[in-house]
Nanobody
Framework: QVQLVESGGDLVQTGGSLRLSCKIS????????MGWFRQSPTKERELVAT???????NIRESVQGRFNISRDNAKQEVHLQMHGLRPEDAADYFC????????WGRGTQVNVSA
């Protein structure tokens, strides 16, 4: 059974930092590119960052220099380190394969106060 469990979301002030974690089970994790996505009430779900099997990353332009994605193949985890958070970063954050084919998890909520 495929399962994605996100955690680490919280309410932070503008400029604050958070580290999101995603635990994946039920897939051959090491052969899949993994990503973090986010969705807010005013925007469709968007891909924020990708980490490929090589470890190479691709970061969305709007968060470049502030967000970083990493993976731990041994633990089957993906992490998103976020710095310099802005109100426009507030959203529900989800992890999934890239492209996303696994069932979506519940996500973790990030709120940023002005």
């Amino acid at each position: 059974q495929v399962q994605l469990v996100e955690s680490g979301g919280d309410l932070v002030q503008t400029g604050g930092s958070l580290r999101l974690s995603c635990k994946i089970s039920g897939i051959n994790f090491s052969i899949n590119p993994m990503g973090w996505f986010r969705q807010s009430p005013t925007k469709e779900r968007e891909l924020v960052a990708t980490v490929f099997t090589s470890g190479k990353t691709n970061i969305r332009e709007s968060v470049q220099g502030r967000f970083n994605i990493s993976r731990d193949n041994a633990k089957q985890e993906v992490h998103l380190q976020m710095h310099g958070l802005r109100p426009e970063d507030a959203a529900d954050y989800f992890c999934n394969t890239v492209p996303p084919w696994a069932p979506w998890g519940r996500g973790t909520q990030v709120n940023v106060s002005a």
